[in-house]
């Protein structure tokens, strides 16, 4: 039988550490242009073995409408939201651990030929979100801090990349309300050539004492600021936890999805995707659970006035994730000028559901038309279990799509034709 | 850069054998059934899945079965796992406790590891290769870095609360909590099935 160790008192434990002065970190020496002696060896990924064998294989049984081809474009741990460079020449990809990579096809033929660890000096804390400016500055959103990768496309095969702070750590939000599980951000620069960012708060359903805090900061929901951190503001409130967004190409409109609240049954609260045709909406949360569902928590309580309902009400538990307005030529007409979004797949409903494209059309008034499954599979309904989880949405300049899973650690690419 | 870390034990740890507050037996066979609503996190076999869950595949009974009383009575709070424990009994809780204990968990620490990065504070109930040597200690090995520095901060902030945990995280920088995860992160799991 093991020792209780700890069930003693600590009245007597002293813990001295050394009083060393931390030298100059990484980010800094490479804030201020200098190196940090970091060897260009061995961070490529892996591309092929059996585990790349058995993602083709899976990949068989995804079912995907007439024309349309899946095959596997990249092996990228923990793959999560994906940023395709300006000129093509890399996507970056973020994830919820502690590395950002970068996917390479310089042959173009739309396999990746190379994966590796992007800005590898730098210690990243859940470096989920990342997004690139039209003029190729790089933005990568942690839990708690933003940095900017000044001409990344030209910089990314240097572990020493040039980087600024937009956001130091612990300024993106107050560290008492960082989260266990909705520290993953996700980012876009928008039409105004703003940078947002989405910032889910840390809580199933938030506590009333919490709601004037958050629609403060913008914690529960988008935030957007100049590209150089300056002039933040919130654009949307009321949102649990969004890890989703893009802008309508037509309109500017801001189309996000959000996760909704847990524990109240396997069908309710629906899944959201939500429209923003400005800023200053409060979505729902907490007062409703997601749709038009009121969360056992405010029962009874007038929820304020004015809340935006999402515009299409998703299947709940699916965990809608990132999505991207469809701009290419490749797909068939019907797919132009509509959102493709990724859903995650529930992680505790009896009989699970989702990990699978969903695409929805918008009419001519900018409004939701109609929504279908797009690509599915990648659950076996008789075991329940996952060979894939999608997680984002991003469209190549040739028109196909790129789907991220951060189960497989795999980048998909559907095609259309040939 | 990893301090050094020294600890003056003076007497703390006295070993003291472990009675449980109550009398229920997990079965382990009835937890693996159970454990179908841990494993899309977790993994069936308690190797995670996600980079915030921990693995709890080979983890001591008593620790998995007291977090998961914890995430239900409150103590300890969490978006998903809140959720999770207010739908179990005691039975329930002792019997998936019962089938991740069953598991064996192996670390294998790798062979170009640098020694002297290794966290002196924590090994004691830890284990250097992060297999945990007391019955309220989790395992570490392979755990994410995101998990490990997650809950040190937790602990420092008072999140999480722990007679030990919250005093040794008190002292220690963001820098001390990088090192201590990734020295912990870059050892090799494996789970074996019985």
Redesign the interface.
């Known amino acids: 039988?093991?020792?209780?160790?700890?069930?003693?008192?600590?009245a007597?434990?002293?813990?001295?550490?050394?009083a060393?002065v931390?030298?100059q970190t990484n980010l800094e020496k490479l804030s201020s242009v200098q190196t940090t002696g970091t060897s260009f060896a061995d961070k490529l990924i892996d591309q092929g073995g059996s585990k790349a064998a058995q993602i083709k294989k899976n990949l068989e049984s995804i079912n995907l409408p007439d024309g349309f081809k899946i095959s596997l474009y990249a092996l990228v741990p923990?793959a999560r939201h994906m940023s395709v460079a300006p000129q093509g020449t890399v996507v970056w990809v973020g994830?919820?651990?502690?590395n950002i990579y970068t996917v390479s096809d310089r042959d173009k033929d739309r396999v990746a030929d190379e994966v590796e660890v992007f800005a590898s000096p730098l210690?990243f804390?859940?470096p989920n979100g990342v997004c690139i400016s039209k003029d190729g500055f790089l933005y990568s959103v942690e839990a708690n801090r933003v940095l900017v990768f000044p001409a990344a496309e030209f910089f990314w095969e240097n572990p020493d990349v040039a980087v600024g702070v937009v956001v130091a750590?612990g300024d993106l939000i107050p560290?008492?309300e960082?989260?266990?599980?909705?520290g993953a951000r996700v980012c876009r620069i928008g039409p105004d050539n703003k940078l947002y960012i989405s910032l889910g708060q840390?809580?199933?359903v938030s506590p009333p004492g919490k709601i004037d805090l958050y629609q403060k900061l913008g914690i529960g929901g988008i935030i957007r600021m100049d590209r150089d951190g300056n002039n933040r503001e919130v654009y949307a409130h009321g949102v649990r936890n969004s890890v989703g967004f893009d802008f309508n190409p037509t309109n500017g409109d801001l189309w996000f999805t959000d996760n909704q609240v847990?524990?109240m049954g396997d069908d309710i609260p629906p899944g959201e995707l939500n429209r923003a045709p400005g800023m200053g909406y409060n979505y729902g949360h907490p007062w409703y659970g997601g749709g038009t569902v009121v969360t056992n928590e405010y029962k009874g309580v007038t929820p304020p006035e004015g809340i935006v309902h999402p515009q299409v009400e998703m299947d709940a538990h699916a965990a809608d994730l990132g999505m991207t307005f469809y701009t290419g030529k490749q797909f068939p007409a019907k797919y132009k000028g509509g959102i493709f979004n990724a859903q995650h797949?529930?992680?505790?409903r009896?009989k699970?559901v989702g990990a699978r494209i969903m695409f929805t059309a918008l009419d001519s008034d900018g409004n939701a038309a109609s929504t279908e499954v797009f690509a599915d599979g990648w659950l076996d309904d008789e075991t329940?279990e996952?060979s894939g989880r999608p997680v984002d949405i991003a469209q190549l300049s040739d028109g196909s799509i790129l789907v991220s899973d951060?189960?497989a650690g795999a980048i998909y690419r559907i095609s259309y034709g040939m | 850069m990893l301090r050094i870390f020294v600890i003056l034990l003076g007497g703390v740890f006295l070993a003291e054998s472990v009675f449980a507050a109550d009398d229920l037996i997990g079965d382990p066979a009835v937890g693996r059934k159970l454990a179908s609503q841990c494993r899309t996190c977790h993994g069936l076999d308690g190797y995670a899945k996600i980079p915030i869950a921990p693995h709890i595949g080979g983890e001591p009974a008593s620790y998995i079965s007291g977090q998961l009383k914890a995430f239900r009575s409150g103590e300890r709070k969490h978006e998903m796992m809140t959720v999770v424990a207010a739908t179990l009994d005691e039975q329930k809780i002792v019997d998936v406790a019962a089938w991740y204990a069953s598991l064996e968990a192996k670390a294998i620490t790798p062979e170009d590891i640098d020694l002297r990065k290794k966290p002196e504070v924590c090994v004691t109930c830890h284990g250097e290769d992060g297999i945990s040597l007391a019955m309220d200690a989790p395992n570490l090995a392979a755990e994410s870095i995101v998990y490990i520095s997650t809950q040190l901060k937790a602990f420092r902030n008072g999140k999480r609360k722990h007679p030990v945990m919250t005093a040794i995280a008190a002292n220690l920088s963001d820098e001390d909590i990088r090192a201590v995860s990734k020295w912990y992160s870059a050892i090799e799991l494996k789970i074996n099935t019985p």
């Open positions: 039988m093991k020792l209780n160790l700890f069930s003693t008192t600590v007597s434990l002293a813990l001295a550490l050394s060393s931390s030298a923990d994830t919820r651990k502690v210690d804390n859940v750590q560290p008492d960082e989260s266990y599980n909705h840390p809580h199933n847990d524990g797949g529930s992680w505790n009896v699970p329940g996952y951060d189960f």
